[in-house]
């Protein structure tokens, strides 16, 4: 099982917009409109924050937006807060896992 | 309100059975296109799916794993329990169950996770 790969870790000031990354192929986030992202604080379980590429669940907050070109899947939040810090991952449908599921290697989000 | 928590042992020794149970309330497992899933996070690690079973028992698992993984379910109970064969100290881990909603590829809700060490 292959992870989608995303960058480490990312850095901004409170205030400005990140935007994260995550690249597939055409197995999985290229082929398939099934992308989702998930917010993990330190010792808690993720929170799904973006489904189905961009659509965001019923309390998510509108700083999280995100989008897909290709392969690859981004999420941006913008007007960044200390609550913001945090690990993030994205996960996709794929037809390269048994599984039918993989995620990312996920991203440690720091808000300086 | 939808919740899901996962139960077992805290500790289990190389080569052991684990065997761990995700009670859920807040929906059923009987619903079209419904499933839970289990997915696994090494200290300090990145999240890893595991597997998944489905509201018709269908099971998905993951490649690398599928041969010492089993998921069954016990829709009477509102539960899920996975298996987990021959286990090793690097299956070390926070175990999660989450729900996929109908007919989403997502996991919407998820378990609070228990911790596993597998240690002689």
């Known amino acids: 099982q292959s992870a989608l790969t995303q960058p480490a870790s990312v850095s901004e000031s409170p205030g400005q917009s990140i935007t994260i990354s995550c690249t597939g192929t055409?197995?999985?986030?290229?082929?398939?409109?099934?992308v989702s992202w998930y917010q993990q604080h330190p010792g808690k379980a993720p929170k799904l924050i973006i489904y189905?590429?961009?659509k965001r669940p019923s309390g998510v907050s509108n700083r999280f937006s995100a989008s897909k070109s290709g392969n690859t899947a981004s999420l941006t939040i913008s007007g960044l807060r200390a609550e913001d810090e945090a690990d993030y991952y994205c996960s996709s449908y794929t037809i390269s896992d048994t599984s039918n599921w993989v995620f990312g290697g996920g991203t440690k989000l720091t808000v300086l | 309100q939808i919740t899901l928590k996962e139960s077992g042992p805290t500790l289990v020794k190389p080569t052991q059975t684990l065997t761990l149970t995700c009670t859920f309330s807040g929906f059923s497992l009987t619903t079209t296109g419904v499933g839970v899933g289990w997915i696994r996070q090494s200290p300090g690690k990145a999240l890893e799916w595991l597997g998944i079973?489905?509201?018709?028992?269908?099971?998905r698992y993951s490649t690398s794993l599928e041969s010492r993984l089993t998921i069954t379910m016990d829709t009477s109970k509102n539960q899920v329990v996975l298996t987990v064969t021959n286990v090793d100290p690097v299956d070390t881990a926070t175990y999660f169950c989450?729900?996929?909603?109908?007919?989403?590829?997502?996991?919407?809700?998820w378990g609070q996770g228990a911790l596993v060490t597998v240690s002689s």
């Open positions: 189905d590429v961009t």
């Open positions: 079973i489905y509201w018709n028992g269908d099971n």
């Open positions: 055409n197995s999985d986030v290229g082929g398939y409109n099934y």
């Open positions: 989450a729900r996929r909603p109908a007919p989403y590829y997502t996991l919407d809700y």
